[in-house]
Nanobody, 126 residues
Framework: QVQLVESGGGLVQTGGSLRLSCAASGRTLGNDALGWFRQAPGKEREVVAA????????YYTDSVKGRFTISRDKAKNSVYLQMNSLKPEDTDVYYC???????????????????WGQGTQVTVSS
């Protein structure tokens, strides 16, 4: 059983930056995938970025390419999402998720992510 705890959300102005953190516990991570997803009220949850824990290979949805960076720290069993040049449309609840399928980092589908954090609110003011 994997437990995920997110932190780092908050309120920021347009053009600002935030760094989200997700600490994983409960198992030793290997060829797994961790992803960041986001969801606005009344909308479907969508992928933001994902990473293969073993290789460090990454995936980004088009709307965040060049602005967001996903990374992991094996020593801290944590994954991060550095968000720069934030826009009001980035306002959402952001979730960290885990998949035991390493290939799940590429073009992630929600259905293959079986463990989720509680979410952290990111609000970008205009």
């Amino acid at each position: 059983q994997v437990q995920l705890v997110e932190s780092g959300g908050g309120l920021v102005q347009t053009g600002g930056s935030l760094r989200l953190s997700c600490a994983a516990s409960g198992r030793t991570l290997g060829n797994d995938a961790l992803g960041w997803f986001r969801q606005a009220p009344g909308k479907e949850r969508e992928v933001v970025a994902a990473i293969n824990w073993s290789s460090g290979n990454t995936y980004y949805t088009d709307s965040v390419k060049g602005r967001f960076t996903i990374s992991r720290d094996k020593a801290k069993n944590s994954v991060y999402l550095q968000m720069n040049s934030l826009k009001p449309e980035d306002t959402d609840v952001y979730y960290c998720a885990f998949s035991s399928a390493g290939s799940a980092y590429y073009r992630p589908r929600l259905s293959v992510y079986g463990h989720w954090g509680q979410g952290t609110q990111v609000t970008v003011s205009s």
